[in-house]
């Protein structure tokens, strides 16, 4: 193999313009159709023919065909965008030194870049000497060949409101990564709202449930499109409060109103993360919430490398527990209380990729806070990993067929984490994209057989599922294939995308941000374990005999045209990104059809950091596929050939060997029951933290707060009631109450004095009136 | 001049006016004695105009004439009501106001 190596990219100098097609300057449309089917449907669903689920579906129908076009117009936008585009903190720069003759867009754009540079610049000094260094990068670069096109996002919006010179706005960021976003939850959206339509039907709240749906699309939509931190946080709260609500649908059962309860609280621990870190990065890039502002400052180190690491540390937090990770991916397993059609939605598209897109869009922060080029250690890339394999060995001891994908969705999250920890932010982004697919198609399909036999449990309920479900039994395989990552489906490319972009070992390491070989081998491991777990899934569910009750039979058609749209993509998605030298080309000159995903996604602007793509290795490629496939080769031999062959010779159904390993040998019963008990972290929390806040903790509060509280009020409250009765004793009622009295029984008695002379005879009160006036006379007469 | 003459004319008027008023209990009497009160201001007011060369005096004279026209017009109509309700003019009885 040849390797070439490349000087890393300049960063260009522009960022964003405000002047581009019609659908991508007004995308906010997209979440605003289905947030208006959710007060639609809230409304008037009860009075519609259907539910309200018409609306829902035609507002995210609607959605999907507008990201479509906005999916169009950024390949156009991407690389023929020839016009003004500006970045945060250099203002207005001319591209490629045209005339502009729209003076409009010029004005505003002019003031745009004001607004931006005031937050910015604390010292302006610093500013123009980074502008000067950048422009002569740029300058270098565009002498060395006009190929870097700068793939400018979309920015529209207007400012919300000011306070204290700090500007609040808000509008659309768009770019790469949310027009993929788009299309990804629009479309996952569409198919479960119309897979649904059966699956929940005759719900009693069935009205309800596609409100929730609608509103949970519609947060997801305007969390990807945010432009700043306060857009960012708000949607993310939005999402987490619609999981709640999904989660909890069937609320009268305890335990879904706890995994609901779980989800949120768990997710609480997290957000603190989340608002932590976006304070951190609010005043350390001199106070703007704005996300392009904040990325340049980061890419041009004008933010402190403590503060950004901070902020990383404490966003990191936030992805553990939005995007699943170790250890604060316990309520995800529990959100399988939800309808399925919900699990699918939250793990596909909506919530737990929120995570994983928040750090993608903060890249310049993880990117230098944590240093990731050319180190082999950071605390994204070792959570990532960590889950990866934690979150799969956990899938193997699971009964319930929801419950193994919602492990294998942790260990893929995993994944996607550690591509973002490793530098590989292309093949983060490709992986969400292609386990988008697959995902929400093995969920869809686990639901389709959970609808036929009602019950989610493999061992008890299921069997021998392919003989009555044909259609959803091979949806169900194209998935898993693709899960486990087996050439040439989706889940192949894009998984070994990551693997090759961890740079460890040596493989692909010429051009990769950083060696990480710890990475490389938990990714391999991870690997094997996804074939293996799912393979075991696939027999407990579709081989064997059934072992449940009543007739099974196929789905309708609104659950199994989903299915078979899902794993089309899941089957063919991966061709979007072939790797540069994949049949043609190299790797330093792709040809047209090769990488055109992280082309059309991967930002090349003044907000994101320049970072290098590992160079494809066959060698990884082939060792990844035989230990993929090793992983469903053994577990093939246990259940395929032990368990079926030792079943057809008792006649019974079996689901395990009866003296298997966990039986007969105490390290693997050991480990077995460690899985079982989920790594006992579900007793760290319940038994340790919250019973020693619940017991000691609590005691020697309470005692605190008997003792000396109590007291300290207690005495205070003695002392104001003995002094308020002193006052009320003497000075209210002695004096105050004497005087008024007194002042009333004076008045009374003059009264009746006074009342005597109104005799009402006129000529007595002209008596009076005379003699009054003789006697001032006299006086007058006297005294002047 | 004899200013003096005048001005103490006036005061006897204006002592028999005040007894009138003070005394009389028929209504149209204690009028009258208003009457009396009034045109001994007018001989003071005339006599000081006269004394001082000065038209002013008689000017006021003349108001005090009219206003007093206007006064025992409203007064005698007041009497005539009383008589009409009560079959008296004893301003004695008319004590409705007595506290």
Redesign the interface.
């Known amino acids: 193999m040849s390797f070439v190596f490349l000087a890393v990219e300049a960063v260009p100098e522009v960022s964003f313009t405000t002047d581009a097609s019609w659908i991508l300057e007004n995308v906010w449309i997209i979440p605003a159709l289905p947030a208006l089917s959710f007060l639609g449907i809230l409304f008037f669903g009860k009075r519609m023919p259907k539910g309200g689920s018409e609306l829902g579906i035609a507002a995210i129908g609607a959605a999907f065909l507008l990201a479509v076009f906005a999916n169009v117009a950024w390949l156009d936008h991407r690389d023929n965008f020839d016009g003004e585009a500006q970045s945060a903190l250099h203002g207005v720069v001319d591209t490629h030194g045209e005339d502009h003759a729209d003076e409009e867009h010029s004005e505003d754009a002019a003031v745009f870049s004001v607004a931006v540079t005031e937050n910015v610049s604390g010292e302006p000094n610093d500013v123009i000497v980074a502008a000067e260094e950048v422009e002569l990068t740029a300058a270098t670069e565009a002498a060395e060949g006009e190929e870097s096109h700068p793939a400018v996002a979309v920015l529209k919006g207007r400012e919300w409101l000011v306070n204290g010179g700090v500007s609040f706005a808000v509008g659309t960021l768009l770019d790469g990564p949310a027009v993929l976003m788009l299309f990804v939850v629009t479309l996952i959206s569409l198919l479960v709202h119309v897979y649904s339509t059966d699956y929940v039907a005759g719900d009693r709240r069935y009205t309800h449930f596609f409100a929730f749906l609608s509103l949970f699309s519609a947060s997801m939509l305007f969390f990807v499109l945010s432009r700043s931190t306060l857009q960012m946080i708000m949607a993310w709260e939005l999402v987490g409060v619609c999981s709640f609500a999904l989660i909890g649908h069937w609320w009268e059962e305890k335990a879904n109103s706890d995994a609901a309860l779980k989800a949120f609280l768990t997710n609480r621990v997290g957000d603190i993360g989340l608002l932590v870190g976006m304070t951190i990065l609010f005043f350390s890039a001199g106070g703007t919430f704005d996300i392009v502002t904040i990325n340049e400052m980061a890419v041009a180190g004008e933010i402190s490398q403590t503060a950004l690491t901070w902020a990383a540390i404490s966003l990191t937090a936030a992805v553990m527990s939005k995007s699943g990770q170790f250890i604060l991916h316990t309520w995800l397993p529990d959100a399988m209380a939800g309808p399925t059609p919900v699990s699918a939605l939250i793990h596909a598209a909506t919530m737990v990729v929120a995570g994983v897109f928040m750090v993608a869009r903060l890249y310049p922060v993880f990117y230098e806070g944590y240093s990731i080029p050319g180190s082999s250690i950071n605390g994204l890339a070792v959570i990532g990993s960590v889950t990866v394999v934690f979150g799969g060995l956990l899938a193997f001891v699971q009964n319930d067929i929801k419950k193994v994908l919602a492990y294998s969705t942790v260990s893929q999250l995993g994944y996607m984490v550690l591509a973002l920890g490793v530098g590989a932010w292309t093949a983060a982004l490709f992986h969400l994209f292609t386990h988008a697919f697959f995902k929400a198609g093995l969920f869809l399909g686990s639901g389709s057989v959970a609808h036929s036999v009602h019950s989610f449990d493999m061992k008890k309920d299921m069997g021998g599922m392919r003989k009555f479900m044909p259609t959803t039994f091979k949806t169900f395989i194209v998935c898993s294939v693709a899960l486990a990552g087996v050439f040439p489906t989706a889940g192949f490319w894009s998984k070994d995308e990551i693997l090759v972009g961890t740079g460890g070992l040596g493989v692909g390491a010429d051009k990769a941000n950083g060696s990480y070989h710890l990475m490389l081998i938990m990714g391999l491991i991870g690997a094997a374990l996804t074939g293996a777990y799912m393979t075991r899934a696939i027999y407990l569910t579709f081989f064997g005999e059934f072992r449940g009750h009543g007739h099974p039979h196929e789905s309708g058609p609104r659950i199994t045209v989903p299915l078979i749209i899902l794993s089309v993509v899941a089957l063919f998605g991966g061709l979007l990104n072939l790797p540069p030298g994949f049949l043609g080309g190299s790797a330093s000159s792709p040809t047209a059809w090769q990488e055109r995903f992280g082309h059309f996604i991967e930002p090349s602007a003044a907000y994101f950091p320049a970072i290098s793509h590992a160079v494809p290795s066959w060698w990884l490629a082939i060792v990844a596929s035989v230990v993929g496939l090793l992983g469903p080769a053994v577990a093939y031999w246990y259940y395929f050939v032990k368990v079926d062959g030792l079943a057809k010779e008792t006649g019974e159904s079996l689901t395990e060997l009866p003296n298997g390993l966990t039986t007969t040998n105490s390290l693997a019963a050991t480990g077995h029951a460690f899985l079982v008990n989920k790594y006992y972290l579900d007793h760290l929390y319940n038994d340790v933290i919250v019973a020693a806040v619940k017991g000691p903790i609590a005691k020697g509060a309470y005692w605190f707060n008997q003792n000396v509280l109590d007291k300290a009020v207690d005495t205070t409250g003695e002392t104001a009631v003995k002094s308020g009765e002193f006052i009320y004793d003497k000075i209210d009622q002695g004096l105050i109450e004497g005087a008024v009295n007194g002042s009333g029984f004076l008045s009374n008695q003059g009264g009746k004095e006074?009342?005597?002379?109104?005799?009402?005879?006129?000529?007595q009160y002209?008596?009076l009136l005379?003699a009054g006036a003789t006697i001032l006379a006299g006086i007058f007469i006297i005294f002047v | 001049m004899m200013l003096n003459q005048f001005l103490l004319l006036a005061a006897a008027l204006f002592c028999i006016g005040?007894y009138g008023?003070?005394?009389r209990r028929n209504g149209v009497l204690?009028l009258m004695s208003v009457e009396l009160i009034l045109n001994a201001v007018n001989i003071n007011l005339v006599a000081f105009g006269a004394f001082q060369d000065n038209v002013m005096g008689d000017v006021f004279a003349v108001f005090v004439i009219a206003v007093a026209a206007a006064e025992v017009g409203v007064g005698l109509a007041m009497v005539l009501l009383m008589y009409r309700n009560r079959k008296s003019i004893d301003?004695?009885e008319?004590?409705?106001?007595?506290?």
């Open positions: 006074l009342r005597k002379m109104q005799t009402g005879k006129v000529q002209a008596a005379f | 005040v008023v003070l005394t204690v301003f004695s008319v004590d409705m106001l007595k506290g």
